[in-house]
């Protein structure tokens, strides 16, 4: 499995970036597709996931209500919205595949991850 993640950039704080994240080759038994996101100093946190095959989708806290995932099955892509953004959420986002649905938010449960893409708010 390959991911492609991209859309970061620079946003003033309370703006608005969307991520995008393809996935390709032997996707098959990669039941879930999760965000990460990584900032200097701190561990890695899981921000959202959704399952390929009923859209349920799981939020960390601390993006309830800002952030929206989504995906395109066809496209065999995973989208993260990010509205409001604060400072805070400045990272490195990383998009994940993985096996079991019920353990979204370990990253443990991803076994393919991207390459990471850097969203810088300012404030």
């Known amino acids: 499995v390959q991911l492609q993640a991209c859309g970061g950039g620079l946003v003033q704080a309370g703006g608005s970036l969307r991520l995008s994240c393809a996935a390709s080759?032997?996707?098959?038994?990669?039941?879930?597709m999760g965000w990460f996101r990584q900032a200097p100093g701190k561990e890695r946190e899981f921000v959202a996931a959704?399952?390929?095959?009923?859209?349920?989708?799981f939020y960390a806290d601390s993006v309830k209500g800002r952030f929206t995932i989504s995906r395109d099955n066809a496209k065999n892509t995973v989208y993260l919205q990010m509205n409001s953004l604060k400072p805070e959420d400045t990272a490195v986002y990383y998009c994940?595949?993985?096996?079991?649905?019920?353990?979204?938010?370990?990253?443990?449960?991803?076994?393919?991850w991207g390459q990471g893409t850097q969203v810088t708010v300012s404030s």
């Open positions: 994940a595949a993985g096996r079991d649905i019920t353990l979204a938010t370990l990253s443990g449960n991803y076994d393919y």
């Open positions: 080759g032997r996707t098959f038994g990669r039941s879930i």
């Open positions: 959704i399952t390929w095959s009923r859209g349920n989708t």
